[in-house]
């Protein structure tokens, strides 16, 4: 039978693994969501302190940590936009604003990225993921809690509105 010190010692192992191997990704995503530099950072912080207690609490690890920690980070978001300081604030952020160490997830032409961040959040959620992050159609559904057909089908609704968009605002 296995102690507590010796699983608390293995899941702190496993969390920093996933801290040196997801925080990038995270931070990323926690970021396009809110479009402040502080607030991602602390959303970066409480999603990892959310899932040491989520792991001290369960028998058994998730099966596909990305998509875990990515579920996660988006609800932590959620709560952030939630606050009445947040919401009388124009999040949409200017791709020249986006910190240094993570332009390289932001397109050379900036106003596609400036048209995704002004997609009403539940297209955005799954554009930022699927696109931006890499994850599968299940992935994203288990990350936003949707069934694989409801994200498909945002999937398409989201591109309609950024090809509508995108013909609309700029000369091709």
């Known amino acids: 039978m296995e102690t507590p010190n010796l699983r608390k010692a293995g899941m702190e192992h496993i969390l920093e693994n996933w801290v040196e191997e997801y925080s990038d990704q995270v931070f990323r995503v926690c970021y396009l969501y809110l479009s402040d530099y502080a607030l991602a950072e602390d959303a970066l912080q409480d999603t990892w302190v959310k899932a040491w207690k989520a792991l001290t609490r369960q028998s058994d690890f998730p099966e596909r940590e990305k998509t ?6 988006i609800n932590t978001c ?12 124009d999040r949409r952020t200017a791709a020249e604003e986006f910190p240094e160490a993570h332009l ?6 900036h106003s596609l ?13 799954v554009i930022l993921l699927y696109y ?12 936003l809690g949707l069934t694989r057909s409801c994200v498909y089908r945002r999937l398409k609704k ?15």
Not at 78 to 89: E, G, L, N, P, S
Not at 104 to 109: E, F, G, I, K
Not at 113 to 125: A, D, F, I, N, T
């Open 104 to 109: 390289s997830t932001v397109q050379p032409d």
């Open 78 to 89: 959620k709560d952030y936009a939630r606050t009445a300081w947040f919401r009388h604030v």
């Open 158 to 172: 989201a591109e309609e509105l950024l090809r509508k968009e995108w013909i609309g605002g700029n000369e091709l």
């Open 113 to 125: 990225s400036m048209v995704v961040m002004g997609l009403p959040g539940k297209y955005k959620q």
């Open 68 to 73: 875990w920690l990515m579920r996660i980070a």
């Open 132 to 143: 931006y992050q890499g994850l599968t159609l299940d992935e994203t559904g288990k990350a």
